[in-house]
């Protein structure tokens, strides 16, 4: 499957973005998706993720409560809802497919950069 990321851009710290993820050459049918993120000279990191036949998720605690994963089945894309923006939110936001049963994500999109100033 490729994935098409995209809804990044620059945010006042408290603001919102909504992140889409659309995925090209099959459906996320059997597939988890999930969003990770990279700052500046960090590792990259998960950030919560969507099963697409159960809808069940799953978030880092960094981002509890001010983030929320969901998907369009008739549009076969994720959504990544940002709310409550925080500086420390910058990074280059990816999302990638991992087929049900397997323990590697083995799709991955070009990337979207969020930044987000104070």
């Known amino acids: 499957v490729q994935l098409q990321a995209s809804g990044g851009g620059l945010v006042q710290a408290g603001g919102s973005l909504r992140l889409s993820c659309a995925a090209s050459?099959?459906?996320?049918?059997?597939?988890?998706v999930g969003w990770f993120r990279q700052a500046p000279g960090k590792e990259r990191e998960f950030v919560a993720r969507i099963g697409w036949s159960t809808g069940n998720t799953y978030y880092t605690d960094s981002v509890k409560g001010r983030f929320t994963i969901s998907r369009d089945n008739a549009k076969n894309t994720v959504y990544l809802q940002m709310n409550s923006l925080k500086p420390e939110d910058t990074a280059v936001y990816y999302c990638?497919?991992?087929?049900?049963?397997?323990?590697?994500?083995?799709?991955w999109g070009q990337g979207t950069l969020v930044t987000v100033s104070s």
């Open positions: 990638a497919g991992r087929r049900t049963g397997s323990a590697q994500y083995d799709s």
């Open positions: 050459g099959r459906t996320f049918s059997n597939y988890f």
